[in-house]
């Protein structure tokens, strides 16, 4: 039996919340609901969700600024990455330590100003380095014992919008983020959903 580590108060998470200038997602089970959809040429399509993929273009149009690291390879997560303007998309990175590093050290920032959200072991290793671990509500148990906010959405399913939102509100953006949507109803919408 794993020992399960006490969760954060509600003023800690907001604290480690606030300090967050990074976030970084794994992306199958997290930014998809982990399927992957195979045809005889290999993998065909992986589903992502419209309002993780709006609050995060949101976060990067208010200064917080988002990056997938993954395990895999998939052209498919270049496209969805470009579309969703990441800073940096990793990709085939069996290690995730030193994946992390690079990230911390492109963005100069220290670890306790990132956020990590992954759902599977091989994503314990950032999650135990970074200022705020997340994950999706069906992550497998060891990571949801780990995680420093346990979303309630699943992964594919809203789980990245809840740590968004969670950043953006602590740090007090999100008024940023709503104002903004209000102006660009009145202009022919610049920003889109995503
Ligand atoms: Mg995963």
Same mark, same amino acid.
């Given at each position: #039996? ?23 997602? $794994? ?67 069996? !290690? ?17 100003? =990132?956020?990590?959200?992954?759902? $599977? ?13 997340? =994950?999706?509500? $069906?992550?497998?148990? !060891? ?18 919008? !809840?740590?968004? !939102?969670? =950043? ?12 903004? #949507? ?13």
């Amino acid at each position: #039996m794993i020992e399960a580590l006490p969760k954060p108060t509600k003023e800690e998470l907001n604290a480690r919340a606030a300090r967050v200038r990074l976030l970084v997602f $794994d992306c199958d089970g997290v930014l998809t609901d982990g399927g992957l959809y195979y045809g005889s040429d290999g993998e065909l399509m992986k589903r992502f969700d419209v309002k993780d993929g709006h609050a995060l273009v949101m976060a990067r149009l208010v200064g917080l600024p988002a990056a997938i690291l993954t395990a895999r390879t998939s052209s498919i997560v270049d496209v969805r990455g470009r579309e969703l303007g990441l800073a940096a998309i990793l990709q085939g990175k069996k !290690e995730k330590g030193p994946a992390l590093d690079e990230l911390l050290s492109q963005f100069s920032i220290p670890a306790e100003s =990132c956020a990590y959200m992954g759902d $599977d072991l091989n994503d314990l290793g950032p999650m135990s380095r970074v200022g705020l671990s997340a =994950c999706p509500a $069906d992550a497998v148990v !060891e990571v949801r014992q780990e995680a420093h906010f346990v979303a309630q959405s699943r992964g594919g399913h809203g789980a990245a919008r !809840e740590l968004v !939102e969670l =950043c953006l509100k602590a740090s007090g953006r999100w008024e940023d983020v709503v104002g903004l #949507m209000k102006r660009s109803e009145s202009k022919s919408s610049r920003v889109g959903l995503k």
